[in-house]
C-alpha cells in the first residue's frame, strides 16, 4: 500500500523560501501524478500544483510566480519550492497522489508550516 | 476559477440519519467531481470520484450523484464514523478548486 510522508521546516522566516519533500513508500513514483494542496482555516483546501512522474507540471495561477515542483525518481520523491512567503503562506501542508492528474486517492498526514520572524 | 459551494456549512444528525450534502459549481463540470471526508488532525480521504464512482474500500451506504453544476454526496445511514467533514473538488478545469467544507455534527 503506497504511503506519502512530508519533511521540512515547520517555521520558516517571512521573504525566505518554503521547501517541502514527500518521500512515496509502498510503490513507484513513476506513472502518477503527484500533487502538493495546503489547507487553512480561512481559505480552507488549495490546491497548489501536481507533477507528472517525467516531470510536466501545472500551477495553481495564484501561486504560480512563486512555486516550483520537482521530481526524484531515483528517490522516489517529489518537492515543493515557495519563494518569498508571508504569514498567508502558514498552512497545513499536503503532498497527494492524483490519478490521472485529477483527484487524490492517496495522501500524506500532512505538516504544518508556519512563517513567522 | 471555478468557484464550488457546499451547503449546508454544518449539519447536525443522529446516528441512522440519511444525509445530504449539496455541492453547487460556478459553471458546468460534467462529472468531474470528488468528495472526500475529513476528520480532525487527520488528512482528507476520497470518497467518490467522477461524481458517482465509489473509491475502493469506502463503504456503500455513501453514494454521490449529480453533473452539470449541482451535485450531491448522500450518506444513506449516518454512523458514529461519519461524522466528520465533506468536501468537494472539481477538477474540470484549471486551477482545481474545493468547496468550503460542511461539518457534519452529532445532533
Known amino acids: 500500500q503506497v504511503q506519502l510522508q512530508e519533511s521540512g521546516p515547520g517555521l520558516v522566516k517571512p521573504s525566505e523560501t518554503l521547501s517541502l519533500t514527500c518521500t512515496v513508500s509502498?510503490?513507484?513514483?513513476?506513472?502518477?501524478?503527484w500533487s502538493w494542496i495546503r489547507q487553512t482555516p480561512g481559505k480552507g483546501l488549495e490546491w497548489i500544483g501536481h507533477?507528472?512522474?517525467?516531470?510536466?507540471?501545472n500551477y495553481n495561477p495564484s501561486l504560480k510566480s512563486r512555486v516550483t515542483i520537482s521530481v526524484d525518481t531515483s528517490k522516489n520523491q517529489f518537492s515543493v519550492k515557495l519563494s518569498s512567503v508571508t504569514a498567508a503562506d502558514t498552512a497545513v501542508y499536503y503532498c497527494a497522489r492524483t490519478y490521472s492528474g485529477s483527484y487524490y486517492d492517496c495522501w500524506g498526514q500532512g505538516t504544518l508550516v508556519t512563517v513567522s520572524s | 476559477d471555478i468557484q464550488m459551494t457546499q451547503s449546508p456549512s454544518t449539519l447536525s444528525a443522529s446516528v441512522g440519519d440519511r444525509v445530504t450534502i449539496t455541492c453547487r459549481a460556478s459553471q458546468s463540470i460534467s462529472s468531474w467531481l470528488a468528495w472526500y471526508q475529513q476528520k480532525p488532525g487527520k488528512a482528507p480521504k476520497l470518497l467518490i470520484y467522477k461524481a458517482s464512482s465509489l473509491e475502493s474500500g469506502v463503504p456503500s451506504n455513501f453514494s454521490g450523484s449529480g453533473s452539470g453544476t449541482e451535485f450531491t454526496l448522500t450518506i444513506s445511514s449516518l454512523q458514529p464514523d461519519d461524522f466528520a467533514t465533506y468536501y468537494c473538488?472539481?477538477?474540470?478545469?484549471?486551477?482545481?478548486?474545493f468547496g468550503q467544507g460542511t461539518k457534519v455534527e452529532i445532533k
Open positions: 507533477i507528472y512522474y517525467s516531470g510536466s507540471t
Open positions: 473538488q472539481q477538477y474540470n478545469s484549471y486551477p482545481w478548486t
Open positions: 509502498g510503490g513507484s513514483i513513476s506513472s502518477f501524478h
